[in-house]
């Protein structure tokens, strides 16, 4: 298998993940097959579309392509269809959404490498491959987006990013290099939601009451 089948096929991998927590995310917020396929649509291809106009590649893939759009029709009207089967949903969404994480940020990272993106443009453009979907689906149900949460979704998938690009750096991004990042994105972001880690928020400290004004 050639290096550029493999990308290919760890995308689609992707798109079909990202398409399938989307989906799950617009049944359990009762939306028709429709508005579940659309939801799937904008989690799966979002941030790819988002990667491909930054680094001046158009159309983009997605459009492209018609292997993606098929792919997140197909997992979205699926899911839709097969959705009374599915245990705990918010957990389906979760694991699968941590999934796709961990395989966008490579196939993102990779991308803008190979598009001749410095290091560090292709770490943020990794980024936010990997949690550009999630955002648009989480505006879409009307969630205020992971990503702005105290979670750790985004620094898990900057520092995926990382990994691939020091990776690439020293030669060993191949398979098994590759497939390790994508894992050590989903686990830590599975950990980090099961040990309830968090980025730092601002303390927001309560007015004073019963202070006296100027001249009192």
């Given at each position: 298998?050639?290096?550029?089948?493999?990308?290919?096929?760890?995308?689609?991998?992707?798109?079909?993940?990202?398409?399938?927590?989307?989906?799950?995310?617009?049944?359990?917020?009762?939306?028709?097959?429709?508005?579940?396929?659309?939801?799937?649509?904008?989690?799966?291809?979002?941030?790819?579309?988002?990667?491909d106009l930054v680094i001046d590649e158009v159309p983009p893939l997605a459009f492209a392509d018609w292997r993606y759009a098929a792919t997140v029709a197909l997992t979205a009207a699926a899911t839709f269809w097969l959705h009374p089967r599915l245990a705990r949903l918010r957990t389906t969404v979760l694991v699968l959404d941590a999934a796709g994480l961990g395989l966008f940020?490579?196939?993102?990272?990779?991308?803008?490498?190979?598009?001749?993106?410095?290091?560090?443009?292709?770490?943020?453009?990794?980024?936010?491959?990997?949690?550009?979907?999630?955002?648009?689906?989480?505006?879409?149900?009307?969630?205020?987006?992971?990503?702005?949460?105290?979670?750790?979704?985004?620094?898990?998938?900057?520092?995926?990013?990382?990994?691939?690009?020091?990776?690439?750096?020293?030669?060993?991004?191949?398979?098994?290099?590759?497939?390790?990042?994508?894992?050590?994105?989903?686990?830590?972001?599975?950990?980090?939601?099961?040990?309830?880690?968090?980025?730092?928020?601002?303390?927001?400290?309560?007015?004073?009451?019963?202070?006296?004004?100027?001249?009192?």
């Open positions: 298998m050639t290096t550029s089948t493999a990308l290919l096929l760890a995308d689609l991998t992707g798109v079909a993940v990202f398409a399938a927590s989307g989906a799950s995310a617009a049944v359990a917020k009762r939306l028709d097959l429709f508005g579940v396929v659309f939801v799937g649509f904008v989690a799966a291809l979002g941030g790819g579309i988002l990667r940020t490579v196939t993102g990272t990779l991308k803008a490498l190979d598009a001749g993106v410095p290091a560090v443009g292709a770490c943020l453009l990794g980024m936010l491959t990997a949690i550009g979907g999630g955002l648009g689906r989480d505006l879409l149900t009307g969630e205020i987006p992971v990503v702005l949460r105290r979670e750790i979704y985004a620094v898990a998938a900057l520092a995926g990013a990382v990994a691939v690009a020091l990776l690439d750096a020293f030669g060993r991004a191949d398979a098994a290099g590759l497939t390790a990042a994508a894992v050590f994105v989903f686990a830590l972001r599975l950990v980090s939601l099961r040990r309830r880690w968090s980025a730092p928020v601002a303390t927001l400290r309560p007015p004073r009451t019963g202070a006296r004004g100027p001249g009192s």
